[in-house]
């Protein structure tokens, strides 16, 4: 039989949150920010009644897709062991865990296994456990580490002495961030200002819980991160914004030194540093907007010299350092192709051998993985693609030999060996080429149109390299494609493409990610009327700008802790993120901004036609994209349909997670079972919900 969820969506029902809850002088529901009202929490009771209702008929499917997801992939996880000075460290997560425990053993002796940190036990008594940090001192004496238990990104600041040490909470209510000095005694961590941003960072030692203020940003616009060098001589304070950076730079083996800045903030100037003995290296975009590396002596850090030159066809990522020489971290710009380089260096800084790293499969995702020693000359590389699972690899310098240390398993019916993936080129209207990526059964893939899942994101320059998912096998196994849209707004072919799709360029997002939809369909791979469209986050703002676009372009949507209501959020510099949002949105203070994103703004661009089906996603506590954004979609789409009485609208559902941030559920089972439905959904959406065969 085939799953027919109700799609009784009667708004003049007593029942139905939209008709119980509308206030008629509030029509765009600007009550629901309200979060100590109480009639909002009851709203979002009643929306997600009325969701759990309508997922009654697909619960044996989100059921079978959970036990299906459960059945392909290892529940019993241990991770790579990773040697320091004195111990080697791993996780474990046995096969009933949410979390893992964290373990180790001295480096000459594995029979002396300790755990030192459980969190499994840690989240048996609380709904919601997330780590933001965790840190082992230098002598690995000491463990550190910052835990949220409600979602909301506020950290708790927690120590204990190794191994068997009980936890003692020193600070509540700060940032995520923190790093150990070289005195094994002293912790740099991150404050919060009011709009919960990064605005500090404090100094403590463990034996004296007072802490002291070593560095402040007053400019709402910039962010204060922490970072050390991999050789271990400084601590690094990074204040930046969206496009600009600042560096402080504090000797870590003397804490107490008060920081330096390495080179003050040029607008519109990013950098990077990294060191070896003598030397800094800079990654920069002065005059070079796919980046530049640069070097300076210690003792003239004002004076830069050249290393790396730019280069039009190539975006330089990143910089690691080693006492022989660099690992780069390289973007094709053509093939919008991530990969690494090693420059091993002579004592005269004269290159002794340049080598671009081999990859397995094209396109393909190569990384450097955890290589804490200065020394090695062994690295750790992760690699993954589409139809590849990640895998952990060493490569000898000495030897070029890769090989293989792990590999994530995959169980069941469906292989990767049995996946295929394709690089497409949409046209944009402005003639831009866009790539676009799509993953399906080998046994399917071109052997006529499919029903198609379409994935985006589109901002802050971040690239949707390719990654391998065991809950996606699901889907393709029933016989969906999947789908990416490389829109700018993202990474994948360097910063301009980033560029081009912020600011007064923003818009140029939503034209590609519909030109993306048209060249599926094109190819003849996907089938025009069975597209759904998948955003999260500022991947939602993506998603919901492209239906005001051209609402019949897809069959559904999922929009999960969606940024919708841009214009509202940007005008309130009280919110988490905002005014530090200004380089990539910019400021409405502005008229012209203001219009800008008016024109864009999903909730304020609700168009009077039909919408497709929507499954609208929220937290409680998230403070990134507050919950009443994605409820005040529900309410006012619902409110639209209810003005065209239509005889059968699609259904418009809002889930909110009231014990959850923006990332959703922290517990892996519960993650997993969020996913299930979601999926429920989108294959419901597609015509291929058939219970029967599930």
């Known amino acids: 039989m085939k799953a027919q969820p109700s799609h009784d969506n009667d708004m003049s029902s007593p029942n139905h949150p939209v008709a119980s809850f509308r206030r008629v002088e509030d029509p765009h529901w600007l009550w629901l920010e309200a979060r100590d009202d109480p009639m909002v929490r009851a709203f979002l009771d009643a929306a997600n009644v009325q969701s759990d209702t309508w997922f009654t008929p697909l619960e044996p499917l989100a059921e079978s897709l959970y036990q299906g997801h459960l059945a392909r992939r290892d529940l019993a996880v241990t991770s790579l062991t990773t040697p320091l000075d004195h111990y080697t460290y791993w996780s474990e997560t046995t096969a009933d865990s949410d979390y893992p425990s964290w373990w180790r053993h001295p480096n000459e002796d594995y029979r002396q296994t300790c755990c030192f940190l459980d969190l499994d036990a840690r989240a048996s008594h609380r709904s919601f456990l997330e780590i933001g940090d965790m840190a082992i001192s230098p002598d690995e004496q000491w463990l550190a580490w910052t835990e949220d238990t409600l979602g909301d990104e506020y950290f708790t600041l927690l120590i204990k002495r190794l191994p068997d040490g009980q936890p003692r909470a020193l600070l509540d209510h700060i940032g995520p961030e923190l790093i150990w000095a070289e005195d094994n005694r002293t912790l740099l961590f991150t404050r919060y200002d009011t709009t919960q941003r990064p605005d500090s960072v404090w100094r403590l030692t463990i034996d004296d819980a007072a802490s002291h203020c070593i560095l402040e940003e007053p400019d709402p616009e910039f962010w204060i991160g922490l970072g050390k060098t991999r050789s271990r001589q400084w601590l690094v304070v990074e204040s930046a914004s969206k496009d600009t950076t600042e560096c402080h730079l504090i000797p870590a083996a003397l804490p107490a030194t008060p920081a330096f800045c390495f080179r003050q903030r ?3 100037v990013e950098y990077a540093l990294e060191h070896r003995p003598g030397h800094f290296y800079v ?6 907007p796919h980046f530049r590396l640069d070097r300076a002596e210690e003792a003239h850090p004002d004076t830069w010299l050249p290393l790396i030159e730019h280069r039009s066809t190539h975006t330089l990522e990143g910089v690691d350092a080693f006492d022989w020489g660099l690992v780069l971290t390289e973007r094709d710009h053509d093939e919008a192709q991530v990969r690494l380089r090693t420059i091993e260096f002579a004592s005269d800084h004269s290159v002794t051998r340049d080598t671009l790293l081999p990859l397995p499969d094209t396109p393909c995702s190569q990384h450097l993985g955890e290589t804490p020693h200065f020394q090695t000359r062994y690295l750790r590389l992760q690699e993954e693609s589409f139809t590849q699972p990640l895998q952990w690899l060493e490569y000898g310098l000495d030897t070029g030999e890769r090989r293989l ?3 994530q398993a995959v169980h069941g019916n469906l292989q990767p060996d049995q996946l295929t993936a394709r690089r497409l080129w949409a046209t944009s209207p402005d003639g831009e080429r866009i790539p676009v990526s799509i993953v399906a059964r080998r046994d399917h893939l071109g052997q006529g149109p499919l029903p198609t899942l379409l994935y985006g994101y589109g ?29 700018r707004g993202g990474g994948e072919r360097g910063e301009p493409w980033y560029l081009n799709g912020k600011l007064a360029h923003k818009e140029n997002s939503f034209s590609d990610f519909l030109a993306a939809r048209e060249a599926l369909i094109d190819s003849e791979l996907a089938d025009s009327e069975r597209i759904v469209a998948y955003g999260a986050s500022a991947g939602g703002l993506l998603v919901g700008a492209s239906l005001n676009l051209a609402p019949d372009a897809f069959c559904a949507a999922v929009l999960d802790v969606p940024f919708v209501d841009v214009l509202r959020t940007m005008d309130n510099p009280d919110l988490p993120l905002t005014t530090a949002e200004y380089t990539e949105w910019g400021n ?17 661009n609700l168009v009077d036609r039909p919408y497709p089906s929507l499954f609208l996603q929220a937290s409680w506590h998230d403070s990134r994209v507050p919950y009443w954004e994605a409820a005040k979609l529900y309410a006012r789409l619902n409110d639209l349909q209810l003005a065209r009485q239509s005889a059968t609208p699609h259904p418009i559902l809002l889930h909110t997670e009231m014990e959850a941030g923006h990332g959703g559920a922290s517990g892996r089972f519960q993650a997993w079972r969020d996913n299930a439905r979601q999926d429920a959904f989108i294959l419901w959406a597609l015509g291929l919900a058939d219970i029967s065969t599930s």
């Open 266 to 268: 040029e607008p519109g």
């Open 283 to 288: 990654l920069n975009n002065r005059a070079a």
């Open 405 to 407: 240390l792990k590999r």
């Open 459 to 487: 901002a802050y320059g971040e690239a949707l390299d390719p990654w391998f998912s065991i809950a996606r096998l699901e889907l393709l196994d029933r016989g969906v494609a999947f789908a990416v849209a490389h829109v």
């Open 588 to 604: 409405p203070s502005d008229p012209v901004v203001r219009q800008r994103i008016a024109a864009y703004s999903p909730l304020d």
